[in-house]
């Protein structure tokens, strides 16, 4: 496949990165994502007066997309080609839960052993990560952004929906044995939630030698709760990180970069701060997602999506799905509308555009 034109907008932002659901599935039910327990719930009553959804307490519809709706391992493994023969050379493989999808090794190896692919990585929330990992690395997966919320169980309970802490910190440690590099660990951070762990949970990034990084807040949850008060700005959580650690910034040549990051002084872990809702970066956006259900979305923030399924499963070229993905990126949108009176929500929540 000719590599000659790269996968370009209409902008002239170039695609490298393709963000890989593999499934829409979740075994936790974070407040910011999936909510559905009582606690979350009470959480939402407690924040917000005037909620979109009139009854917060009623459990989310866990409608997960029916398996024949799914993508086959094989169905993905060749939309990765197709994309690595336009220049796309960075896969994040994520979800819903990814290790919760059946055949995830197989995948990764296949992903690995397609020319072109210079990295691969995938986001979990590290629950069954110490029962996969050692298939992982032999799979030839070489880094691991985990997701941790809190350093405290309750709280992680509280945030997540389930008891996990112990799993996702063993998780963190299994994965630094295995050799696993960079390590990466994400939180959202959410007023009034686990704000008040900021200052330690950048402890745990130089205690245990990690990048750490905060998200903010995006509107992006299932229950369409998301507000503006609730977002911790980059500003404000460098301002208090700055307060107490002495932190020196990171240059980047890389400009399409989401994070914004600091180090600490004798080296060890780092701190990255991602905004997308105070300071975007969707001018350098390069990135595209491929959902489990075979959707092609743009942005994360996209209010269509591309299905690839008909060309997938209806006898369609390499040359077809190459014509078809040009065309979609050439429509990806110059950037998201968050916090103008236009902005509208996506329907899909991150659990299932894949994060
Ligand atoms: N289950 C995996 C995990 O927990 O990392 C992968 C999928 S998860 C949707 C990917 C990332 O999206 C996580 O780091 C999560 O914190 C982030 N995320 C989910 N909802 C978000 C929101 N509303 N705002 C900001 N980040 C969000």
Redesign the pocket.
């Known amino acids: 496949m000719s590599q000659s034109k790269p996968l370009i907008d209409s902008f002239g932002r170039v695609m490298r990165d393709l963000r890989v659901?593999i499934t829409d599935r979740?075994?936790?039910r974070?407040l910011?994502?999936?909510p559905e327990t009582e606690e979350a719930a009470n959480f939402y009553r407690s924040k917000f007066d005037s909620l979109k959804n009139p009854n917060p307490a009623t459990p989310i519809a866990l409608n997960w997309k029916p398996k024949a709706q799914i993508l086959t391992l094989e169905e993905i493994e060749r939309v990765v080609k197709v994309f690595a023969g336009l220049g796309i050379d960075k896969i994040r493989i994520?979800?819903?839960?990814?290790?919760l999808r059946k055949g995830v090794e197989r995948l990764i190896a296949g992903v690995a052993a397609t020319p072109g692919i210079k990295d691969i990585a995938?986001?979990?929330?590290?629950f069954q990560f110490q029962g996969k990992a050692q298939a992982l690395r032999d799979a030839g997966l070489k880094r691991v952004?985990?997701?941790l919320?809190s350093l405290d169980r309750d709280n992680f309970k509280k945030i997540t929906g389930r008891d996990g802490l112990t799993e996702v910190l063993d998780g963190i440690k299994l994965a630094r044995q295995l050799g696993f590099a960079p390590i990466k660990v994400?939180?959202?951070l959410i007023r009034g939630v686990n704000d008040h762990e900021l200052e330690a949970l950048a402890e745990f990034a130089h205690s245990e030698d990690v990048s750490f990084?905060f998200?903010?807040?995006?509107?992006?949850?299932s229950k369409h709760a998301?507000q503006k008060d609730l977002v911790v700005s980059a500003k404000e959580i460098l301002a208090r990180l700055q307060s107490k650690f002495d932190l020196q910034p990171v240059k980047s040549e890389n400009l399409s970069e989401t994070a914004k990051r600091w180090s600490f002084p004798d080296g060890r872990g780092e701190i990255g701060i991602?905004a997308?809702v105070s300071e975007p970066f969707c001018g350098h956006c390069n990135r595209i997602r491929l959902t489990a259900d075979g959707k092609i979305r743009t942005c994360l923030f996209s209010l269509g999506e591309h299905d690839l399924k008909p060309l997938l499963r209806g006898g369609a070229s390499d040359e077809d799905l190459v014509n078809l993905l040009r065309d979609i990126v050439w429509q990806k949108e110059d950037r998201h509308h968050i916090g103008e009176p236009e902005f509208e929500q996506p329907e899909r929540?991150?659990?299932c555009?894949?994060?």
Request: some cysteine.
């Open positions: 659901s979740c075994n936790f974070c910011y994502c999936l994520t979800g819903g839960e990814p290790l995938i986001t979990t929330n590290g952004s985990f997701s919320d994400n939180a959202v990084r998200i903010e807040f995006m509107p992006l949850d998301w991602i997308p929540s991150m659990s555009i894949g994060g």
